[in-house]
């Protein structure tokens, strides 16, 4: 519950950022999908929280089953989603942050962005053991319910850890562009950079 109140704090000094008033530019509106992107993951990363924890406590074979189903559809889904914000952002965000940091003198961002790019990789090989498992699970119910509830804890660790490396990297990713948002503002306003 608490990585939950440092996301809103966050959340509410990022808004409270001059990047409204910034005007009608291309890149405001970059970040402003952005921030509107990351907000949808997280709220869809709480709900994924929220069931797996019912699911971990419940001994109700049929309740947790449904849980299981539930689960399935919401991680798909959520993949979905998480490969077009990463396709846009490959597309739109990493060009402009890597435009500003060739014009300053400072290190290249590319590392950082491979890494950003890369949590994306390690999301998906958790989800997906996840939706091996969780299919397994469901297939198997009828036989062995001991068992089912073994390979339960194991699928829902791998859900949860999925889960928390893309909070991990949202964190991370808002913390390399919002704080150079006004500067970068500032650079494309003075063409030093264009987008």
Same mark, same amino acid.
């Given at each position: 519950?608490?990585?939950?109140?440092?996301?809103?704090?966050?959340?509410?000094? !990022?808004?409270?950022?001059?990047?409204?008033?910034?005007?009608? &530019? +291309?890149? &405001? =509106?970059?970040? /402003?999908?952005? *921030?509107?992107?990351?907000?949808?993951?997280?709220?869809?990363?709480?709900?994924? %929280?929220? *069931?797996?924890?019912?699911?971990? $406590?419940?001994?109700?074979?049929?309740? &947790?089953? =449904?849980?299981?189903?539930?689960?399935?559809?919401?991680? +798909? =889904?959520?993949? /979905?989603?998480? $490969?077009?914000?990463?396709?846009?952002?490959?597309?739109?965000? %990493?060009? @402009? #942050?890597? #435009?500003?940091? *060739?014009?300053?003198?400072?290190?290249?961002?590319?590392?950082?962005?491979?890494?950003?790019?890369?949590?994306?990789?390690?999301?998906?090989?958790?989800?997906?053991?996840?939706?091996?498992?969780?299919?397994?699970? !469901? #297939?198997?119910?009828?036989?062995?319910?001991?068992?089912?509830?073994?390979?339960? =804890?194991?699928?829902?660790?791998?859900?949860?850890?999925?889960?928390?490396?893309?909070?991990?990297? @949202?964190?991370?990713?808002? $913390?390399?562009?919002?704080?150079?948002?006004?500067?970068?503002? #500032?650079?494309? $306003?003075? +063409?030093?950079?264009?987008?």
């Amino acid at each position: 519950m608490e990585w939950r109140m440092i996301v809103m704090y966050r959340k509410e000094l !990022i808004s409270s950022n001059s990047l409204e008033t910034a005007g009608p &530019t +291309k890149f &405001t =509106n970059v970040v /402003k999908r952005l *921030k509107e992107e990351h907000s949808s993951l997280e709220e869809k990363l709480n709900h994924l %929280y929220i *069931k797996a924890e019912q699911a971990q $406590g419940n001994r109700d074979m049929s309740v &947790t089953l =449904n849980l299981l189903l539930l689960l399935r559809v919401d991680v +798909k =889904n959520l993949m /979905k989603e998480l $490969g077009a914000h990463e396709e846009w952002e490959e597309l739109q965000v %990493y060009p @402009i #942050a890597s #435009a500003y940091f *060739k014009q300053r003198i400072r290190p290249s961002i590319t590392p950082s962005i491979w890494v950003l790019e890369k949590e994306h990789e390690i999301v998906k090989q958790c989800f997906q053991p996840f939706l091996l498992l969780s299919k397994e699970i !469901i #297939a198997t119910v009828e036989n062995n319910q001991a068992k089912v509830f073994k390979q339960l =804890n194991l699928c829902l660790v791998y859900l949860l850890q999925g889960c928390s490396v893309l909070q991990e990297h @949202i964190e991370l990713e808002e $913390g390399l562009i919002y704080p150079l948002v006004d500067e970068i503002i #500032a650079a494309i $306003g003075h +063409k030093e950079i264009s987008i």
